[in-house]
């Protein structure tokens, strides 16, 4: 997941290229970045919904103040955005799917 790390550490795909060209990594390990990676995920009906709400407040993260680094959704637009798009009985274990993700985020952008 290199791209959630490229806004913290100013890296790109092509500085990453670049990086492997310089430090001599063999050619077949750079031809491997360079290629499109179009990585398929299969998603169980029962995860489906609480993906397209995640997907509705990806943007919404509260960075910390000092560092920019990404601290937590915003809870308040997480709740409202569920409570406009979805059936009451769906509400809690969507937040809950929206949680987890979240956390798994955080770890890897956190490594």
Known sequence: MWWLKADKRGRGKDEAVSDLEDFGAPQEVI????QPQQKKCEVWNCNWESLMCFLKVQTQ???HPVTGILD?????A????IKLFYKKSERQRIFSDIQTMEHTILTEVHK
């Open 31 to 34: 031809n491997q970045f360079r």
């Open 72 to 76: 937590s959704l915003d809870y308040d």
């Open 78 to 81: 997480v709740i409202r955005t």
């Open 61 to 63: 993260w509260r960075r």
